[in-house]
């Protein structure tokens, strides 16, 4: 018969020392502020690089289509609009579904004209139920698209 050697099991905490470093953290974070924020009526902290909702400036649109090409999840989506613009000729903008875009800034960084980019407003809550952006609300702010 083989010899088979018998392992100690490791012993186990006590739970009552668990508790009572439990009631201590308890202890000291009950005197403490509250780090919530009651948004909207106080605005967050925003940091000065933060970048969000995404602008396009028409008269500079090329359509080069590159802002599709780039876009890791397909958010961006050239449309035709019907616009006079003598650097545009084939009349196709960026529409943008902020649904599934991840602002990576891809878009901003190779577009050659630099018509579309990132800014800082971020409060985008919508009316309807699409979070698709046209050409021609991507080109105003916020306030006015809700309109």
Do not use: W
């Not at 403490?32 to 028409?58: A, G, H, N, S």
């Not at 609009?81 to 650097?87: A, G, I, M, S």
């Not at 579904?97 to 800082?120: D, K, M, Q």
């Not at 009316?127 to 698709?132: D, E, G, I, L, R």
């Amino acid at each position: 018969m083989a010899n088979v050697k018998e392992v100690e099991e490791p012993k186990k905490p006590v739970p009552v020392f668990s508790m009572i470093r439990g009631m201590g953290m308890l202890g000291k974070n009950l005197l403490r502020k509250p780090v919530t924020i009651q948004y909207p009526e106080q605005m967050p902290y925003i940091p000065e690089r933060f970048r969000f909702r995404i602008f396009l400036t028409l008269d500079s649109c090329v359509g080069c289509t590159l802002c599709e090409q780039v876009c890791p999840n397909g958010s961006i989506k050239m449309e035709h609009l019907d616009r006079e613009n003598p650097h545009n000729k084939r009349k196709i903008y960026p529409g943008v579904n902020f649904g599934t875009c991840t602002v990576c800034r891809n878009c901003e960084e190779i577009c050659p004209t630099h018509a579309i980019y990132l800014s800082h407003e971020f409060q985008t809550s919508r009316t309807k139920n699409s979070f698709y952006y046209s050409p021609e609300e991507l080109s105003k702010p916020e306030h006015e698209v809700l309109k």
